[in-house]
């Protein structure tokens, strides 16, 4: 009983705020299982084989309840729940204080291949993703770079940090991902017109949005990696300043932001402040049609 | 470090699967679809197949007449009486050899299979051919696969025929220890032959591929999507039991129950020859579960089957700005402002129209590439339709299949029974075959399809 109490309390907050729906909640609920089977090809054969295999579980039944429980009850994201999250073909580890990296953003990492898959030089470059969070991007990158390219990832959050640096050597990456701690380009004073390319997922969500979020989002998820001031520019205008200052000429840059109106604010800005430094401004969309990303290059 | 993959609280210990099913029923408030594909059922294994009751047997009667110049098609013709294998009786065992060679011909389309090998052997001479290597390559490795074949069928008759005047040699010289080599020998070959019939069966230029099976409910409403997704579910288990890997590729529920469309990936060594038996529409006549005035329903469920084509074979080349691609069932700002675990995409090739979509990978990058998987399938079976129009009936899509061909019906009242309208083939179990066991129904049309009179089909 006590758990259709939670559903109906479910159904009710995520009509207010855009939450999950039940068909997903089922599929996140079959991933659970995925995730709690210790041998993953067991799941497959589950429900056709003979009854008498014995499966192990990396959690007992009753730890498994309670977290779907927090899932239902507390809105807890789900990638909090299992502690990762599949992202393009890496699956990263995640926890409370860390942004959960977003579908969208794995795009910023196509138009890296793309460039780097034409620039040799950019290739071998040295690359900073700020405000790395689970370090999806810079990983993303560093896996595309050649022989010669690194990667430094940077954020202010220490438990980023930490978990980024964790996830950086799950993948083998710490020879070629260095990941600092700091705010923005602080960690990178070594690196001043050095750099061949530059990304960031700043936060970008105008202050007064943040109380109405989803309650995945605006319950679970860290303040400092979505509020990004009144209208939400502040930490890109500085990614632009800084831009203009660290990259290399001919270095390149992608910036994720809130849509269409930050994308076309943002481009007037580097056009109006910035032209003599960065050149070739380009707004793409993510898959959902949304103006999502500014690219561009360093002269 | 908090992470759900590397915890390793208490692993030691072992969980009974009841246990498991118990506590998913405890969560069916929030999931009632998705116990249902975990609780474990007590289903055994029946990989047989039923062969005896499909390879019709000839009842063969002994003429006595002998004659002295061996070819296969002179001993078919002595009618020499098929013993058991336990009698050691040398006739009955050619007898039966032959007989094989004589199936696995007609399986193969032996005379076709002649008139396409010397074509292509035609073609491999021509001084031009490699002006264009994709043509070229293909040309020389059907020839390659075709003359493999026949060099087989040749070489088991050439078997037959020495193994036969090795024991009428034997006779003559009354050396009975060649003539018991031999005759075992031969036993052997009799063996060999029944095994090599049934790889006759699926020697379809793509039979060896894994492919994609799509169900979609015919019109209806509810029952017939209810319907559908029996059907899919019927395929599911049949592919789990046959071994093969199943996924999800796309599913498009009902709004109340089952559903409309749906795509799965059956991955493994001839997936399509075997699920290709089951292109068509499929009929249900039950009294439906969504009727409150309990009537008698008919609803239908169109299936399709698409090889996915190995590298080696001709593959449409897909250009990345052809493409549009697409984020299903998003709404809202997204980006930071959302958390969701779907990142379901639709992918639209746009010369074509042609899309494909894919929700159920956990990262949109995969969705993308599973997508693009099935869209570059399609694109293919469209253009094999196009260059082969002997495969036509093998490589409709679902838009092709009419609703008129009909080919298995399965009555669950007033009656009980399953009845392939292609071969009249047809069980009065309905439900072991809605739970997967429909490799009689696939044999039984496989072998009605490729025995007929070589000369008719």
Known sequence: MNSLKYHAQFQRDKMMDNGPDSSILCRELKWLMEDAVEDHSLFSKMGFENSDEKVKMRVGIEELYNLWKERIEKRRPFQYVVGCEHWRELVLSVQEGVLIPRPETELIVDF??????????????????????????????????GIGGRVVAADISPVSVAVA??????????????????????????????????VSNPPYIP???????????????????????????????????????????????AFETNGEQQCRDLVDYMKNKRS???????????????????????? | ????????????????????????????????????????????????????????????????????????????????????????????????????????????????????LDLLSAQLTKPDLWDDPVHAGKISREHGSLLGK??????????????????????????????????KALLNMRRNAKEKELEALLSGEHDYCSCYIEVQAGAGGTESMDWASMVMQMYKSWAQRR?????????????????????????????????????????????????????????????????????????????????????????????????????????????????ATSQNERSQHMNKASALAVLQSRLDQIEMARQAQLNAQHTQSLTDITWGSQIRSYVLHPYRMVKDLRTNYEVSDPDSVLEGDIDAFILSYLSASLDKDENNG
Not at chain 1, 176 to 183: A, F, L, N, Q, T
Not at chain 2, 49 to 75: A, K, L, M, W
Request: charge should be negative; aromatic fraction near 8%; proline fraction near 2%.
């Open chain 1, 112 to 145: 890296v291949c793309d460039v780097v898959s034409k620039n040799e030089d950019l290739k071998r470059g040295v690359w900073a993703d700020l405000g790395t969070g689970s370090g999806a991007l810079a990983i993303g990158i560093g896996r595309a770079l």
């Open chain 1, 276 to 299: 003599e430094s960065l050149c070739n401004f380009e707004i793409v969309a993510d898959f959902a049609g949304i103006q999502r990303f500014v690219i561009g290059f360093h002269h």
């Open chain 2, 243 to 355: 071994g093969y890997k199943v996924i999800v590729m796309e599913e498009m529920a009902g709004e109340l129950a089952g559903i409309k469309r749906a795509t799965i990936k059956v991955d493994g060594e001839f997936a399509f020859g075997y699920a290709k038996a089951e292109i068509g529409v499929h009929r249900l006549v039950r009294i439906s579960p969504f009727d409150s005035n309990k009537r008698r329903h008919t609803s239908f469920a169109a299936v399709a089957v698409i090889p996915i084509l190995g590298d080696g074979s001709t593959r449409v080349q897909i250009n990345e700005s052809d493409l549009r691609i697409e984020r299903f069932r998003s709404g809202g700002p997204g980006g930071q402002h959302a958390n969701t675990t779907d990142s379901a995409v639709r992918i639209i090739h746009i010369p074509t129209g042609i899309t």
């Open chain 1, 207 to 253: 202050s007064k949005e943040i109380s109405g979020l989803q309650a995945e989002v605006g319950r679970h998820e860290p303040r400092v990696a979505l509020d990004g001031g009144v209208d939400g520019m502040d930490a890109l205008f500085h990614l632009c300043d800084g831009a203009a200052l660290f990259l290399k000429p001919g270095g390149f840059f």
């Open chain 2, 1 to 116: 470090m908090y992470s759900f993959l590397q915890r390793t609280i208490q692993t030691s210990k072992i969980r009974q699967i009841c246990r498991f099913s118990l506590f998913l029923q405890n969560l069916q408030t929030t999931s009632s679809q998705l116990s249902h594909n975990i609780i474990v059922s007590n289903h055994s294994y029946n990989y047989g197949f039923h062969q005896r009751s499909i390879v019709s047997q000839n009842q063969f009667r002994c003429f006595g007449s002998e004659s002295d110049s061996i070819t296969v098609e002179g001993i078919i013709a002595n009618n020499w009486n098929i013993l058991d294998e336990d009698d050691g009786d040398w006739k009955s065992h050619a007898a039966s050899v032959a007989q094989s060679i004589d199936l696995i011909k007609r399986r193969l389309q032996w005379k076709k299979l002649k008139v396409r």
């Open chain 2, 150 to 183: 026949v060099k087989e069928v040749n070489a088991l008759e050439q078997e037959l025929i020495e193994h036969i005047d090795m024991i009428k040699l034997a006779r003559e010289e009354n050396d009975e220890e060649l003539e018991s080599e031999s005759l």
């Open chain 1, 165 to 198: 640096a964790y996830n950086v050597q799950r993948y083998c990456l710490q020879d070629k991902i260095e990941v600092r701690e700091g705010s923005w380009f602080e960690p990178l004073k070594d690196m001043e017109g050095k750099l061949a390319g530059l």
